[in-house]
């Protein structure tokens, strides 16, 4: 059964840190992409960063230079370091996996969500 297991959301003051984990089990299918979303009420769900199987990496304008997306590839685990929070960062943020199906292409899995909540 695949699982994406999300912790490290919370609350905290404008300025702070978070650290966000997601662990991805169950799958036997390669890897193309593990990344975070967030969503905010009101609000439809964006792109955070996202790292390749490669390495490379994306982010959202606005957290760029204060987030960073890591992966710990043989643990199948992706970290999202955010720093110098903002109250517009205040959003639940899911974990996504992207993987390669042999015949059926890729497909995303998705975690439950994690609450992230800046206060001013």
């Known amino acids: 059964q695949v699982q994406l297991v999300e912790s490290g959301g919370g609350l905290v003051q404008a300025g702070g840190s978070l650290r966000l984990a997601c662990v991805f089990s169950?799958?036997?299918?390669?890897?193309?992409?593990m990344g975070w979303y967030r969503q905010a009420p009101g609000k439809q769900r964006e792109l955070v960063a996202v790292?390749?199987?490669?390495?490379?990496?994306n982010y959202l304008d606005s957290v760029k230079g204060r987030f960073t997306i890591t992966r710990d590839t043989p643990k199948n685990t992706v970290y999202l370091q955010m720093n110098s929070l903002k109250p517009e960062d205040t959003a639940v943020y899911y974990c996504?996996?992207?993987?390669?199906?042999?015949?059926?292409?890729?497909?995303?899995?998705w975690g439950q969500g994690t609450q992230v909540t800046v206060s001013s």
């Open positions: 790292i390749t199987s490669s390495g490379s990496t």
């Open positions: 996504n996996t992207n993987v390669q199906r042999p015949i059926r292409g890729a497909y995303d899995y």
């Open positions: 169950g799958s036997t299918f390669s890897i193309n992409a």
